[in-house]
C-alpha cells in the first residue's frame, strides 16, 4: 500500500482550519510520548519479532535442504506462516524506510514471475543471498518461497522437491532474512526513531507532531482500503482466484486479520508490552469515538472470521460474508480517515 | 472509482509472459511497475554510488541528426531509451555505471553547499554501441497534479515565452513542439524534463512501453521490436485500452499537496529571499486552467505550480549535450516546485533536477510549505 498525496491533502486542509493549541500534558497522555511508545512498543517491536521470525524460517529451511522429513517441511510451512503474520501485522503502517527504501517491494511482491522462476531454477548459477539480491523482485519475497514450499495446488510433496528448488529456497529465505533485519534496523539503529519521536522538535522528515500522528492514521486508513478494496475486491469482482495474495499456502484470509490487527495494534500502541498510544489519546478527549474505533475493529475481524473456506474458493461460494467483510473494513476505514482525522487535527499541532 | 481503478493499475507489478496475472514485462525494461519509480507517486531517488543499480532513473539515448518527427535519432539496436534490465534469458541493452565527483561552493555569506557532479559510462552492451551516442540521465518526477498543468490553455504558457529575451529581464522562455502520436503533428510539449511530451495519456504509454516494455493503443510496439531481444508474440497490446485510460486518469486526477506553515517566520522569510532572487520569473508561482466543459476536475481554477513549462537555457554545467525536438543539450524545462517540501517525508531524500545530482534546494526554507 502506498502512501497516497490524495488523503494527506484531504488531512492538510482540516488542520488548516482547525488549529487549536494542546500540549496535551493536562490531560491523561503527552503527543510526544505516544509518537516515542508507538516507534519502541509497535514498530520496533513488529519489525524485530518478524526479524526473528525469518531468521528461524532460514534455519528450518536449511534443515529441510539437509534432511527431507515431513516434520521438517511441516516446520518451515509453519515458520513462514508466523513471519507472515509479523509481516501483515506491519502493514498497518507501512511508512518510512520500509517505503522510501524500497524494501517493501522485495519482500512482498505479489505476482511471481513463473517463467523467470523456471528459468532462473533451470541455469547453472550458483544460489546464494547475493544472487538473489540481484534477481528481480518478482522472484523474492514471501511469495516465491510460498509458491516453493507449497506447490501451485498447495499439496506439493517431500518428492517433488528437486534439489535445485531446495538450494534456490535457501538462498531465498538467507535474503528475506536479511532484507527484514534491514527494516528493524532502519528504526533501531538506523535514525527513523529520532525522525519519528522528535516529530516538530527538529526531524527532519516530520515538522510538526501533526504530520507524525497523521503518518499513522493515513496508514491505517491505507490498509484497510488496501484489504477491502484492492485484496479482496479484486478477485471477488473479476471472478477471478488466480488474483488471490497468498494462495498457495491458502493463507489470504489470516493475511486480511492481521492487517486489520495491524491497525488495531497501531491504536492501541501494543505489539506485546503497551505504553501510552492512539486509544489514550482518544479516550482522553472522546470516549465515544474509542468505543466506536474498538468496534469497528472487532467487527471487521469477526466479519472475516465468518468466511470459513479459503478466499479463493470464497469469492465464488461465499460471497455474501465476503462481501459483509468488506463493509465492516470500510467502516472502520471511514471511522479513522474522518472522525479520528479530524480530532487530530483539533487536537495536534 | 476509474480514479481508483488507475491506482490499483499503477501500482501492479508486471512479470514476463504468459502468466494469469500481468503478463507482459519486458523482453528489456527499466522497471516492473509505475509505482517503482514514483513511488508514493513522489520523486525517485539516484543511486548513490557506482555499484547501486538504477532503480527510479532512466537514460534517454540517441546519436546526432533528427529523427523524420522531428525528435532524437535513435541509436541503432537501441532506440531512444537505453534499458538496462531484461526478463530471465534475454540480453539487457547495457549497465549504466554512475560516478559522483563532490564539490563544494560557498555562498557569499559563507556558508557552504555541495553539489555533486555525475558521470556516466554504458558497459556490458550486447552489441557494440556507436560513436557518438548522447546521454541523457532523467529521474522519476512526482507525478501529482499532471491534469491541471495539462489544462492550462496553451496561450497562457506562450504569454510568458520570450525566446530571444526581447523585454530583456535575461529570462528567455522558450516552449517545446514535440511529436503528438495521436494528433499525427507536433504540438506544445508540457511534461517531462525537456517539456518533451505533449500529453498526459502519451506520457503514461510511453512510460508502460519503454519503461515496462508494455505495449498499448498509444505505442503498440515493443520498443525491442526489431532487436534480437524481441519476443514475437502476438499478444499486442498487452493492456486494454481501458486500463491505460485509467492510470492516465488517476494520474491527471492526483491532488496537489495542501501548503503547509505558511505563517510560519521562516517560511515568511524563504518566500522573501525567494521573491527578492526572482525565482518566480521562471518558477511561475500561478496560472489560471482553461474552462475544460469536458473534465470539470480541472476546469478553470487557479493554481500555484511554479513553472512556466517553459525551457530555459541552463548552462554548461548542467547540459546533457543531447537535443530533444526544440530544446537544445543545455535546455531543460523549468521543475514545478509544488509539493517539494514534501519530499524528505514521502520518499526519504533530498536530491534534485533531472539527474538527482543536487543536495540542497536553494530556497528550500521557503519551498517547504509548497
Redesign the interface.
Known amino acids: 500500500m502506498?502512501?497516497?498525496?490524495?488523503l494527506?491533502?484531504l488531512a492538510?486542509?482540516l488542520v488548516?482550519s482547525s488549529c487549536k493549541k494542546d500540549k496535551s500534558n493536562s490531560d491523561d497522555y503527552s503527543s510526544t510520548q505516544i509518537l516515542n511508545d508507538f516507534s519502541v512498543n509497535v514498530a520496533q517491536a513488529t519489525y524485530n519479532d518478524l526479524a526473528s521470525k525469518t531468521e528461524q524460517l532460514h534455519q528450518a529451511i536449511t534443515n529441510f535442504t539437509q534432511n527431507q522429513t515431513q516434520a521438517n517441511l511441516d516446520n518451515c510451512k509453519s515458520l513462514w506462516k508466523q513471519s507472515r503474520q509479523a509481516w501483515e501485522q506491519s502493514e498497518g503502517f507501512l511508512f518510512?524506510?520500509v517505503?522510501?527504501?524500497?524494501i517493501d517491494?522485495r519482500i512482498d511482491?505479489?505476482?511471481?514471475?513463473?517463467?523467470?522462476l523456471d528459468?532462473?531454477l533451470n541455469?547453472q548459477s550458483v544460489y546464494d543471498e547475493a544472487y538473489v539480491n540481484s534477481l528481480?523482485?518478482?522472484l523474492k519475497g514471501f511469495h516465491p518461497v510460498e509458491y516453493l514450499l507449497w506447490g501451485v495446488d498447495g499439496n506439493k510433496t517431500i518428492a517433488q522437491f528437486t534439489s535445485r528448488q531446495l538450494d534456490y529456497l535457501e538462498a531465498l529465505a538467507a535474503n528475506l532474512k536479511t532484507l527484514t533485519q534491514q527494516v528493524a534496523s532502519s528504526w533501531t539503529t538506523g535514525n527513523y526513531h529520532n525522525e519519528f519521536a522528535n516529530a516538530g522538535n527538529g526531524s527532519?522528515?516530520?515538522?510538526?507532531q501533526h504530520?507524525a500522528f497523521m503518518?499513522m492514521v493515513s496508514a491505517m486508513a491505507g490498509i484497510c482500503e488496501e484489504v477491502a478494496?484492492?485484496k479482496m475486491e479484486?478477485p471477488l469482482v473479476s471472478q477471478n482466484a488466480?488474483?488471490e495474495e497468498s494462495p498457495f499456502a491458502k493463507n489470504s484470509i489470516i493475511d486480511f486479520t492481521n492487517n486489520i490487527k495491524s491497525v488495531e495494534n497501531v491504536y492501541l500502541g501494543k505489539y506485546t508490552s503497551q505504553g501510552q498510544s492512539l486509544e489514550s489519546f482518544v479516550r482522553a478527549n472522546n470516549l465515544s469515538l474509542d468505543g466506536s474505533i474498538k468496534t469497528k475493529i472487532s467487527a471487521a475481524i469477526t466479519a472475516l472470521g465468518n468466511i470459513t473456506v479459503p478466499f479463493g474458493q470464497a469469492i465464488f461460494t461465499q460471497q455474501t460474508q465476503v462481501i459483509n467483510a468488506q463493509n465492516a473494513i470500510r467502516d472502520l476505514k471511514s471511522v479513522l480517515e474522518n472522525d479520528l482525522a479530524n480530532l487530530v487535527s483539533q487536537k495536534i499541532q | 472509482m476509474i480514479h481508483?481503478m488507475g491506482?490499483?493499475a499503477f501500482?501492479a507489478?508486471f512479470?514476463?509472459?504468459?502468466?494469469?496475472?500481468?503478463p507482459g514485462?519486458g523482453p528489456i525494461f527499466n522497471n516492473?511497475s509505475c509505482?517503482?519509480c514514483h513511488?508514493?507517486?513522489g520523486r525517485g531517488?539516484p543511486p548513490l554510488n557506482s555499484s547501486e543499480p538504477l532503480?527510479a532513473m532512466l537514460i534517454r539515448v540517441s546519436i546526432p541528426g533528427v529523427a523524420s518527427n522531428g525528435g532524437p535519432l535513435a541509436v541503432p539496436g537501441f532506440g531512444v531509451q537505453l534499458q538496462q534490465?531484461s526478463?530471465?534469458?534475454v540480453a539487457k541493452e547495457a549497465d549504466v555505471i554512475i560516478n559522483y565527483s563532490e564539490q563544494t561552493f560557498s555562498f557569499p555569506d559563507g556558508e557552504t553547499y555541495s553539489l555533486r557532479t555525475p558521470t556516466y559510462q554504458l558497459a556490458n552492451s550486447y552489441i557494440p554501441l556507436p560513436a557518438g551516442v548522447m546521454l541523457s540521465p532523467r529521474m522519476a518526477p512526482p507525478v501529482?497534479g499532471l491534469g491541471l498543468l495539462e489544462a492550462v490553455d496553451e496561450s497562457e504558457i506562450l504569454k510568458f515565452a520570450d525566446e530571444n529575451d526581447a523585454n530583456g529581464d535575461g529570462i528567455s522562455g522558450k516552449p517545446n513542439y514535440v511529436w503528438n502520436v495521436l494528433a499525427g503533428t507536433r504540438t506544445l510539449g508540457r511534461f517531462g524534463w525537456k517539456a518533451n511530451n505533449p500529453t498526459v495519456l502519451q506520457q503514461t504509454a510511453g512510460a508502460y512501453n519503454e519503461d515496462m516494455g508494455i505495449t498499448s493503443y498509444v505505442f503498440p510496439a515493443e520498443s525491442s521490436k526489431g532487436q534480437t531481444q524481441y519476443d514475437n508474440r502476438n499478444d499486442d497490446p498487452e493492456i486494454p485500452d481501458s486500463v491505460l485510460r485509467a492510470v492516465s486518469f488517476y494520474v491527471q486526477t492526483?491532488?496537489?499537496?495542501?501548503r503547509?506553515?505558511a505563517d510560519d517566520a521562516t517560511v515568511l522569510q524563504g518566500k522573501k529571499l525567494f521573491n527578492d532572487a526572482k525565482c518566480g520569473s521562471c518558477h511561475r508561482p500561478a496560472m489560471q486552467t482553461g474552462v475544460r466543459v469536458d473534465f470539470p476536475e480541472v476546469s478553470n481554477q487557479r493554481i500555484f505550480p511554479y513553472t512556466d513549462l517553459l525551457l530555459h537555457d541552463m548552462g554548461e554545467g548542467l547540459a546533457d549535450h543531447r537535443p530533444d525536438f526544440d530544446a537544445n543539450g543545455n535546455e531543460w524545462r523549468t521543475a514545478p516546485l509544488w509539493?517539494i517540501g514534501l519530499t524528505?517525508?514521502?520518499?526519504?531524500?533530498n536530491f534534485y533536477l533531472h539527474d538527482g545530482r543536487s543536495t540542497f534546494a536553494a530556497g528550500s526554507n521557503f519551498m517547504?510549505w509548497r
Not at chain 1, 511482491?109 to 523467470?116: A, G
Not at chain 2, 512479470?15 to 500481468?22: E, F, H, Q, T
Not at chain 2, 492526483?254 to 495542501?258: D, F, Q, R, T
Open positions: 502506498q502512501f497516497r498525496f490524495i494527506f491533502s492538510s486542509v488548516l518510512g524506510p517505503a522510501t527504501d524500497d517491494p511482491t505479489w505476482p511471481v514471475d513463473f517463467n523467470s528459468s532462473v541455469n528481480e523482485d518478482a527532519q522528515v516530520f515538522t510538526t504530520a503518518e478494496d484492492g479484486d488466480m488474483l | 481508483e491506482d490499483k501500482e507489478t512479470v514476463s509472459a504468459p502468466a494469469p496475472l500481468n514485462l516492473v509505482a517503482s513511488i508514493a507517486d531517488k532503480s534490465r526478463i530471465n534469458g501529482f492526483l491532488a496537489v499537496p495542501v503547509r506553515s509539493g524528505q517525508k514521502v520518499n526519504g531524500h517547504a
